[in-house]
C-alpha cells in the first residue's frame, strides 16, 4: 500500500515541475496589467500625497526613495487612506464660523495672535519628537539620568503643546499639529539618527531650547497687546522651556573648581557649547 503511494507522489511532483514554467508565463501579463478593480499600493498613494504638496507654496520635503528596506512594510496593505477635503497648505488655520468670544483685535492681532500660536505649537512638537528620540537612544556615561529628564521634558512638552493647541480653538481658529506642517515651518532642525552620545545630547538640546525659548519671548511681545490671555501662556511656556534649558546647560556649567569642558563624555574632547570657552589646557585624563 506504501509503494503505490509513493508513486502517486512522485507522479505528481514531476507534473507540477513540468507545470511551473507554463504556469509563470500565464502569470506573467497579469502581473504586468493588474486588474482594473485593484486597490493602488501604497507606493502610488504616497504619489499621490506628493503631488497635493506640491502645488503648496512650500516645496515638499525629500521624500524616501523607493526599494528601500521600508517597503516590505509600506507595501503591506491595499487600503486607499484618502479624504473629500484638500491637503491644504503647512500650516493651515482654519477660522471658525461659529460664535466665539471677539478679542477686540481686528483683522491683523488676529493674524499675528494666530501665527504666534501655531509656530509655538509647531516648535514645542518638533521638540516633543527629539525629546522622546534621544530618550530611546541615549548612550553614554549618562544614559540614565538624561533617559529619566527627558522623558519627563516629553511629558511637559507635550501638556504645554496641548495647551496652545487649545488656546488655538478657544479663539476660534483650527490648530495644525501635522508632520508635514512640523518639517515645512520649524526653525529647530531634526536632531542626528542612530545612537546619540550623551555629550552630544547635552549640547544639541541646550541650543534647542535656547532657540525655541528666544522664539516665544517673541511671540509673547507679539501678543501682549492684541491677546494678552495668549500672551500670559506664552509666558508659562517660556518658562518651562527655560527652566529645561538650564537644566540641560547644568550639566556642562563651568565652576571655579571644574572647567567641565564635557571632555570626559567625549571622547576626551571638550564638547562644542556656543558661548562656553574651553580652558587652555584640558584636565589629564585619569
Given at each position: 500500500?506504501?509503494?503505490?503511494?509513493?508513486?502517486?507522489?512522485?507522479?505528481?511532483?514531476?507534473?507540477?515541475?513540468?507545470?511551473?514554467?507554463?504556469?509563470?508565463?500565464?502569470?506573467?501579463?497579469?502581473?504586468?496589467?493588474?486588474?482594473?478593480?485593484?486597490?493602488?499600493?501604497?507606493?502610488?498613494?504616497?504619489?499621490?500625497?506628493?503631488?497635493?504638496?506640491?502645488?503648496?507654496?512650500?516645496?515638499?520635503?525629500?521624500?524616501?526613495?523607493?526599494?528601500?528596506?521600508?517597503?516590505?512594510?509600506?507595501?503591506?496593505?491595499?487600503?486607499?487612506?484618502?479624504?473629500?477635503?484638500?491637503?491644504?497648505?503647512?500650516?493651515?488655520?482654519?477660522?471658525?464660523?461659529?460664535?466665539?468670544?471677539?478679542?477686540?483685535?481686528?483683522?491683523?492681532?488676529?493674524?499675528?495672535?494666530?501665527?504666534?500660536?501655531?509656530?509655538?505649537?509647531?516648535?514645542?512638537?518638533?521638540?516633543?519628537?527629539?525629546?522622546?528620540?534621544?530618550?530611546?537612544?541615549?548612550?553614554?556615561?549618562?544614559?540614565?539620568?538624561?533617559?529619566?529628564?527627558?522623558?519627563?521634558?516629553?511629558?511637559?512638552?507635550?501638556?504645554?503643546?496641548?495647551?496652545?493647541?487649545?488656546?488655538?480653538?478657544?479663539?476660534?481658529?483650527?490648530?495644525?499639529?501635522?508632520a508635514n506642517t512640523i518639517v515645512k515651518t520649524s526653525g529647530v532642525p531634526e536632531i542626528p539618527g542612530g545612537f546619540l552620545d550623551d555629550a552630544q545630547i547635552l549640547v544639541w538640546f541646550t541650543n534647542a531650547y535656547k532657540r525655541v525659548g528666544e522664539e516665544v519671548h517673541a511671540a509673547i511681545k507679539t501678543t501682549e497687546d492684541v491677546d494678552p490671555t495668549t500672551s500670559n501662556l506664552l509666558?508659562?511656556?517660556?518658562?518651562?522651556?527655560?527652566?529645561?534649558?538650564?537644566?540641560?546647560?547644568?550639566?556642562?556649567?563651568?565652576?571655579?573648581?571644574?572647567?567641565?569642558?564635557?571632555?570626559?563624555?567625549?571622547?576626551?574632547?571638550?564638547?562644542?557649547?556656543?558661548?562656553?570657552?574651553?580652558?587652555?589646557?584640558?584636565?589629564?585624563?585619569?
Open positions: 500500500m506504501t509503494r503505490p503511494i509513493h508513486a502517486l507522489a512522485a507522479t505528481l511532483l514531476l507534473a507540477s515541475t513540468a507545470l511551473s514554467p507554463a504556469l509563470a508565463r500565464e502569470a506573467a501579463p497579469a502581473a504586468s496589467s493588474p486588474a482594473k478593480a485593484a486597490a493602488p499600493s501604497a507606493t502610488q498613494i504616497l504619489a499621490r500625497m506628493q503631488v497635493a504638496q506640491e502645488t503648496t507654496a512650500t516645496p515638499p520635503a525629500a521624500s524616501q526613495p523607493s526599494g528601500t528596506k521600508t517597503d516590505g512594510v509600506r507595501q503591506s496593505s491595499q487600503t486607499q487612506v484618502s479624504s473629500r477635503q484638500p491637503t491644504g497648505a503647512f500650516p493651515t488655520n482654519e477660522v471658525s464660523r461659529q460664535p466665539v468670544i471677539d478679542l477686540g483685535a481686528g483683522e491683523d492681532g488676529m493674524k499675528k495672535d494666530v501665527a504666534a500660536l501655531q509656530q509655538t505649537l509647531t516648535e514645542l512638537q518638533q521638540l516633543q519628537l527629539q525629546t522622546k528620540q534621544a530618550h530611546w537612544n541615549a548612550s553614554g556615561t549618562l544614559y540614565y539620568p538624561l533617559h529619566l529628564l527627558l522623558q519627563e521634558h516629553y511629558e511637559g512638552l507635550s501638556k504645554y503643546a496641548d495647551t496652545i493647541a487649545e488656546r488655538l480653538l478657544a479663539i476660534g481658529v483650527s490648530a495644525d499639529g501635522r509666558q508659562e511656556v517660556e518658562h518651562g522651556i527655560a527652566k529645561y534649558q538650564w537644566q540641560m546647560r547644568a550639566q556642562l556649567q563651568r565652576t571655579h573648581t571644574d572647567p567641565n569642558t564635557g571632555w570626559d563624555l567625549n571622547d576626551n574632547k571638550p564638547v562644542d557649547l556656543q558661548g562656553q570657552q574651553a580652558p587652555a589646557q584640558a584636565p589629564a585624563k585619569p
